[in-house]
């Protein structure tokens, strides 16, 4: 059974840093591409960076975020930098169906929320 | 960036009923689209994927169509666990991107 659990997850003032991991089980890790996707409260989804064989981000997480990987550890990590009032959400550990092309996200984490306030 | 637009936002419907849901690609994507839902504080569940291609144990009331810039889920007859939000989501091209959502209420 794939499991993905999220952690990292809290109050962070804006400017502050977070880390966000998230890990795997019941699938080959290394086959797969991550991602991480993030929710608003009540709004909808956004993707916010992707890793497989190239790393990918949204624009206006740029310069600010890292996505990374141990798979040795089944892990998937969110470095979150200069974080923003906008940054709050919950954040979803996604995998891909695929490891290097697009693809859709076939298993979901529960998320780690987020919240980035004075 | 590809924008997906949902229609309609928000529906009621019963029990048994049949109900679609719309969304429109600002591009073609080829087929190039997944469907989530996702109810209340949980995570979304993958329903279907390539436009009309069904996950492994979705209920088979689900199915999706279209192509180019549009699609369609549709519901065969609703059950009292399909009321939810559901969500379209293109992977034709980065960023990938979602519909706004569509929550279908109980009438």
């Known amino acids: 059974e794939v499991q993905l659990l999220e952690s990292g997850g809290g109050l962070v003032q804006p400017g502050g840093s977070l880390r966000l991991s998230c890990v795997a089980s019941?699938?080959?890790?290394?086959?797969?591409?991550m991602n991480w996707v993030r929710q608003a409260p009540g709004k909808g989804l956004e993707w916010v960076s992707g890793?497989?064989?190239?790393?990918y981000y949204l624009d206006s997480v740029k310069g600010r975020f890292t996505i990374s990987r141990d798979n040795s550890k089944n892990t998937l990590f969110l470095q979150m930098n200069s974080l923003r009032a906008e940054d709050t959400a919950v954040y979803y550990c996604?995998?891909?169906?695929?490891?290097?092309?697009?693809?859709?996200?076939?298993?979901w984490g529960q998320g780690t929320l987020v919240t980035v306030s004075s | 960036d590809i924008q997906m637009t949902q229609s309609p936002s928000s529906l009621s419907a019963s029990v048994g009923d049949r109900v679609s849901i719309t969304c429109r690609a600002s591009?073609?994507?080829?087929?190039?689209l997944a469907w989530y839902q996702q109810k209340a504080g949980k995570a979304p569940k993958f329903l279907l994927y390539?436009?009309?291609r069904l996950e492994s144990g979705v209920p088979s009331r689900f199915s999706g169509s279209g192509s180019g810039t549009d699609y369609t889920l549709t519901i065969s007859s609703l059950q009292p666990e399909d009321f939810a939000t559901y969500y379209c989501q293109q992977y034709y091209s980065f960023p990938y991107t979602f519909g706004q959502g569509t929550k279908l209420e109980i009438k």
């Open positions: 390539a436009a009309s």
């Open positions: 996604a995998k891909l169906s695929y490891y290097d092309s697009s693809g859709y996200f076939n298993y």
């Open positions: 890793i497989g064989g190239t790393t």
């Open positions: 591009q073609g994507i080829s087929n190039s």
């Open positions: 019941g699938f080959t890790f290394r086959s797969y591409a």
